[in-house]
């Protein structure tokens, strides 16, 4: 009995000893700690002396806390670790990531029990000692780091909220035609490219819900969380190095991206920003449809600074309307005015065709639309009969027949412009009208599908150029 007791008390004797001397070395402990998270967290070798300070402050806190609790045997509570709650917000508001916030602990707690082993000595006292201590550090670790990870947690959600609200402000100032200049607004501003010089080149964008009407709906909101998801993803798509400003405002997400300098050149047939922007918008829907999420997307002419965002706004809600029901892209920046007339044509318009051009346009359509292919080559071939030939792939003697054959149902030739601009506007009402059976949003597929492939073939270019 007396040696089970001696036992007991050499083991407490050994513990006792481990832990003082881990007290009275806490400078160097520390310091091993701090240069461990260096050499395996890049995050952390990557940041300054403040922060190298910071962390090497903390981890001095948390091993006299923990040394405490280990000492006193007792659980180790709350109050024993109140400070980690402001340094994981600092963490946070530093942009470190979680992951690596949580290794840290992780390395603090590998440091810590390798002095453990390393001091427990070759006895066995000592080394029962040490086992001792295992289960209470793994307790102390796990209580220290899932209270730390929720504080960071809650500041993010708090910053995130806070920039959410601070990007509505932002929009609504915006969408009244208001330049910020002054305070956080200001500042929000900025960080999205949109500064108080006024002449950033932008688009506006609205999105909804596939399927959903743009204005607000009624009872419980089951889009929600995908609205939010979509935001996110075209809050990605800036093109000018900053976050696209993106927002979910009630049933619908607004987007202003900020185009680069190429979008307000001049003098050079055309300009590459909203195109780019376009393209990208294209692959957030496409990637969204992949899991699940539908969108309904209108894009706005390129305007220049605050003071055209509200009109821009209603180009992008007013474009919606060509959106098919199962969602895709309108962008006004794709489309000629050509067929942005068309698509906006009511009966009165297509009244005023010439019947025989009507007549001639349908039979044509039945048929494969050869002789619409001809005028729509002709044109964007600058009347020239062999260019269009080759563009047709036929002999020019093929696309002279086409002409007559055209002259004579319609009394149109091909190389008077009136009679040109009067088949090209006939053609692009037609685009607009759905195929006998055929779904009506299917006309605006195809118009669509003409314009993305051939944008300013028929001679019309497209509205690139900032207002």
């Avoid at 002449?199 to 609205?227: C, H, K, M, N, Y």
């Avoid at 055209?308 to 706004?313: D, V």
Wanted: charged share 20%.
């Amino acid at each position: 009995m007396s040696t089970g007791l001696s036992t007991v008390a050499a083991v407490r004797a050994q513990r006792t000893r481990i832990l003082s001397e881990l007290l009275g070395d806490l400078q160097a402990l520390a310091d091993a700690a701090v240069a461990t998270m260096r050499e395996e967290i890049p995050a952390y070798a990557a940041r300054g002396p403040e922060f190298q300070s910071d962390v090497r402050d903390q981890v001095i806190k948390h091993y006299r806390a923990k040394l405490a609790v280990l000492l006193e045997d007792r659980t180790v509570t709350f109050d024993d670790i109140s400070f980690t709650r402001r340094a994981a917000m600092r963490r946070a508001r530093a942009g470190v990531a979680l992951a690596d916030y949580i290794n840290a602990f992780r390395v603090g707690q590998q440091v810590f029990w390798e002095s453990v082993v390393e001091r427990s000595g070759h006895a066995p006292a000592g080394r029962e000692a040490a086992l001792t201590l295992a289960a209470p550090l793994m307790r102390y670790c796990d209580f220290a780091s899932t209270h730390a990870a929720n504080a960071y947690m809650e500041f993010q959600q708090y910053a995130a909220a806070e920039a959410v609200r601070e990007s509505r402000d932002l929009l609504e100032t915006l969408l009244a035609g208001v330049t910020p200049t002054r305070g956080r607004e200001l500042a929000a501003a900025q960080a999205h490219g949109l500064g108080p010089d006024g002449r950033a080149p932008l688009l506006v964008v609205i999105a909804v819900l596939a399927g959903s009407p743009s204005a607000v709906t009624t009872g419980p909101d089951q889009g929600a969380d995908a609205r939010h998801a979509a935001c996110a993803a075209i809050a990605r798509t800036g093109g000018n190095g900053t976050r696209t400003l993106s927002v979910v405002r009630q049933s619908e997400i607004v987007a202003i991206p900020v185009l680069g300098p190429a979008a307000t050149a001049h003098n050079t047939g055309h300009s590459t920003g909203p195109g780019e922007l376009c393209d990208r918008l294209q692959a957030v829907l496409e990637s969204l449809a992949c899991e699940g999420i539908r969108l309904a997307m209108g894009v706005s002419t390129v305007a220049v600074g605050a003071a055209q965002i509200p009109q821009a706004y209603q180009e992008a809600r007013a474009v919606l309307d060509f959106v098919p029901e199962e969602g895709g892209l309108a962008a006004l920046p794709r489309i000629t005015p050509f067929q942005y007339l068309a698509l906006k044509a009511d009966d009165t318009a297509r009244n005023l065709v010439d019947p025989r051009i009507t007549s001639l346009l349908a039979e044509d359509r039945a048929r494969g639309g050869v002789l619409t292919a001809t005028i729509r080559a002709f044109a964007a071939a600058d009347l020239n009969l062999r260019a269009a030939a080759e563009r047709l792939q036929i002999h020019p003697n093929t696309a002279q027949y086409r002409l007559r054959r055209i002259h004579e149902r319609t009394g149109r030739s091909l190389r008077s412009i009136d009679d040109l601009v009067e088949l090209l506007v006939a053609i692009a009402l037609q685009d607009a009208q759905p195929v006998p059976g055929e779904p009506t949003n299917s006309a605006r597929e195809r118009l669509a599908t003409a314009t993305n492939e051939g944008r300013g073939k028929a001679g019309v270019r497209s509205s690139h150029e900032p207002r």
